[in-house]
């Protein structure tokens, strides 16, 4: 591996413990706004003032953002290997492979194989700084996994087993194998309002916002992101 990829991973690495910390919240405002006053960063002004308007964050926020991203990358993309790698290594006591694949999918909007410095900001406005519905869009679109507008209960048990994988055998108390599926059939009996064995993206949020229960099991959803 040649240094400058050694330097790239290094510091995409460095930049998914940052997001990490972020959005479990776990990195104190203080801390965000000291490491933004510290940062010196090499930027495009208009792209990032472009970014600034389309999305949730301040300029100083996206600075700090692009130098994490792009500062040892110049390409300024993350395809779906990396994006693999720097999830097992958060990640190593289960198998993240699977949920890594769907969250790479739900990033990379445009389809094209590859996760740029635009797609990261424009989910992570959405995730961190969104309004309740649209985190919920977001996850509506993180569990259609084909991208028809509907979530079959197929679709929903295989991003279940995914972020179960991931989890590993070290929860406690010790997850049952049938887990995953119990989990889903609650969630899908309450979500398939008029029981046509799918269901659309008003049926999710409204289910969402009116069950407390799915709204905690949520949360498992955000944490893990």
Same mark, same amino acid.
């Given at each position: 591996?040649?240094?400058?990829? @050694? ?8 930049? =998914? ?7 479990? /919240? ?10 933004? $006053? ?16 389309? !999305? ?27 994006? @693999? ?8 006591? /289960? ?13 990379? &909007? ?8 635009? %797609?990261?900001?424009? /989910?992570? !406005? ?7 519905? $649209? ?8 569990? %259609? ?6 979530? &079959? ?7 279940? #087993? ?5 989890? /590993?055998?070290? &929860?406690?108390?010790?997850? @049952? $194998?049938? =887990? ?12 398939? #309002?008029?029981? %046509?064995?799918?269901? &659309? ?5 409204? !289910?969402?916002?009116? %069950?407390?229960?799915?709204?905690? !099991? ?8």
């Amino acid at each position: 591996m040649s240094g400058c990829r @050694k330097r790239c991973k290094r510091e995409i690495l460095k930049f =998914a413990e940052y997001l990490l910390r972020l959005i479990t /919240g776990s990195l104190h405002t203080d801390t965000v706004e000291d490491e933004m $006053e510290m940062a010196t960063v090499r930027h495009r002004p208009e792209a990032l003032e472009l970014l600034e308007a389309q !999305s949730k964050f301040t300029k100083k926020e996206l600075q700090i953002l692009y130098r994490g991203f792009k500062n040892e990358c110049p390409s300024g993309v993350v395809n779906e290997e990396t994006f @693999k790698d720097i999830y097992s290594q958060f990640f190593p006591q /289960g198998d993240s492979t699977t949920y890594a694949h769907f969250l790479f999918n739900a990033f990379d &909007t445009d389809h094209n194989g590859s996760v740029s410095f635009e %797609d990261f900001v424009m /989910g992570l !406005s959405i995730l961190l700084r969104g309004t309740v519905q $649209e985190k919920l869009k977001w996850a509506f679109n993180l569990y %259609d996994i084909n991208k028809d507008g509907y979530i &079959t209960k197929e679709e929903m048990l295989d991003i279940m #087993k995914a972020i179960y994988d991931m989890m /590993g055998k070290c &929860t406690y108390p010790v997850l @049952k $194998e049938d =887990a995953p599926r119990q989990h889903v059939e609650t969630f899908f009996q309450k979500m398939d #309002k008029n029981k %046509d064995g799918v269901v &659309t993206i008003d049926e999710f949020i409204e !289910s969402c916002q009116k %069950d407390e229960n799915i709204m905690r !099991s949520m949360q498992l959803f955000e944490n893990v992101i």
